[in-house]
């Protein structure tokens, strides 16, 4: 068997053990769903019922990062190395798509991030426009986000944060000192996600009434509802409907 042009005996062998390398690697990430579809009950016909289907590896981006991206990841390095504090021990991964730019922040040093986002005068971003929650059961670990979207008014530049936080211990610390307007977002991803906000000077409903129970924008919270009536007949809620799995 002949080498491909341009290619030196031994390079197909090593190039299939970093194929085999990243499958076993692959099998190791966390199952998400079995069968074709997913299905719990009555089996799945599809002929596909023994396939798994893993999470996807996070995916993050390598240098360059294109437009003003690699001048922001520069100065905040260097912010950080000022107060003590590598970008690698405070940023996860780093990811470009789409035009925009998002660092996936550890939330031990979300605080310290901002700060230096804020004040460092080579970033300027100045506004943090709010915060929303997300919640994926399936990330084990990390089911909660909370995502926050950053403006440099002066430098008309963008930048998007993000922490996660387990199911388990759902705390993020508050950035209401840094961004004063954050107040009434984290309050209402709190009341929607619950998510707790470490530091927030009053962290209570803002949306749903004081005594509601539950966070009711989470996947795992129940559809209720009320019985509907409809010419004659009386629908039930989502939650007590006939289920046709």
Same mark, same amino acid.
């Given at each position: 068997?002949?080498?491909?042009?341009?290619?030196?005996?031994?390079?197909? @062998?090593?190039?299939?053990?970093?194929?085999?390398?990243? *499958?076993?690697?692959?099998? *190791?990430?966390?199952?998400?769903? !079995?069968?074709?579809?997913?299905?719990?009950?009555?089996?799945?016909?599809?002929?596909?019922?023994?396939?798994?289907?893993? @999470?996807?590896?996070?995916?993050? !981006?390598?240098?360059?990062?294109?437009?003003?991206?690699?001048?922001?990841?520069?100065?905040? %390095?260097?912010?950080?190395?000022?107060? %003590?504090?590598?970008? %690698?021990?405070?940023?996860?991964?780093?990811?470009?798509?789409?035009?925009?730019?998002?660092? $996936?922040?550890?939330?031990?040093?979300?605080?310290?991030?901002?700060?230096?986002?804020?004040?460092?005068?080579?970033?300027?971003?100045?506004?943090?426009?709010?915060?929303?929650?997300? +919640? $994926?059961?399936?990330?084990?670990?990390?089911?909660?986000?909370?995502? $926050? #979207?950053?403006?440099?008014?002066?430098?008309?530049?963008?930048?998007?944060?993000?922490?996660?936080?387990?199911?388990?211990?759902? #705390?993020?610390?508050?950035?209401?000192?840094?961004?004063? !307007?954050?107040?009434? +977002?984290?309050?209402?991803?709190? &009341?929607?996600? %619950?998510?707790?906000?470490?530091?927030?000077?009053?962290?209570? @409903?803002?949306?749903?009434? &004081?005594?509601?129970? *539950?966070?009711?924008?989470?996947?795992?919270?129940?559809? *209720?509802?009320?019985?509907?009536?409809? @010419?004659?007949?009386?629908?039930?809620?989502?939650?007590?409907?006939?289920?046709?799995?």
């Amino acid at each position: 068997m002949t080498e491909p042009a341009g290619q030196k005996p031994g390079d197909a @062998r090593q190039d299939a053990g970093a194929d085999a390398a990243a *499958g076993r690697e692959r099998l *190791g990430e966390q199952v998400v769903r !079995t069968g074709a579809f997913g299905t719990e009950t009555t089996g799945d016909t599809s002929g596909y019922g023994g396939l798994q289907v893993r @999470r996807q590896p996070m995916p993050a !981006t390598a240098r360059p990062y294109g437009s003003y991206f690699d001048e922001v990841a520069d100065a905040l %390095g260097g912010a950080l190395e000022a107060s %003590g504090l590598s970008f %690698g021990d405070a940023v996860q991964r780093l990811l470009v798509a789409n035009g925009e730019m998002t660092l $996936y922040v550890r939330r031990e040093h979300l605080v310290e991030v901002a700060r230096r986002l804020r004040d460092d005068p080579a970033l300027a971003f100045e506004l943090c426009l709010g915060v929303s929650g997300t +919640h $994926y059961p399936a990330d084990a670990g990390s089911e909660l986000h909370a995502v $926050y #979207h950053l403006l440099s008014i002066s430098k008309n530049r963008r930048l998007r944060l993000e922490v996660t936080a387990p199911d388990a211990d759902p #705390h993020v610390p508050s950035l209401v000192d840094v961004y004063p !307007t954050n107040d009434w +977002h984290e309050r209402e991803t709190w &009341d929607f996600f %619950g998510l707790i906000f470490d530091g927030h000077p009053a962290l209570t @409903r803002i949306e749903m009434p &004081d005594d509601w129970k *539950g966070h009711p924008q989470r996947k795992d919270y129940p559809l *209720g509802g009320i019985p509907v009536e409809y @010419r004659g007949a009386t629908i039930p809620p989502p939650d007590e409907r006939r289920s046709y799995a």
